[in-house]
Nanobody, 113 residues
């Protein structure tokens, strides 16, 4: 059974930082990442990382967010710096294996201006 446990969301002022964590269990995940969904908008990619450490970021977060991965712990992190009000959304962890494409329950990030 695949399980993703997210943590680290919250309320922060513009310019501040937050760090999200996602611990995965139940399989070996070749790609893990973060997506976000703001009210009234579709879910969008934030950042993904492979087991080998290759990364891809949305243009809107490049230079501000950093995704990292601990393969031994099957955990990924998203360090978010210089946060903007437009980063406000529910952030979802995603993990993909040969069998599963799994989502976490989501964690709210709110950036006040």
């Amino acid at each position: 059974q695949v399980q993703l446990v997210e943590s680290g969301g919250g309320l922060v002022q513009a310019g501040g930082s937050l760090r999200l964590s996602c611990a995965a269990s139940g399989d070996i995940f070749s790609i893990m990442g973060w997506y976000r969904q703001a009210p009234g908008k579709p879910r969008e990619l934030v950042a993904i990382i492979t087991q080998a450490g290759s990364t891809n970021y949305a243009d809107s977060v490049k230079g501000r967010f950093t995704i990292s991965r601990d393969n031994a712990e099957n955990t990924i992190y998203l360090q978010m710096n210089s946060l903007k009000p437009e980063d406000t959304a529910v952030y979802y962890c995603n993990a993909r294996s040969t069998v599963f494409n799994s989502w976490g329950q989501g964690t709210q990030v709110t950036v006040s201006s």
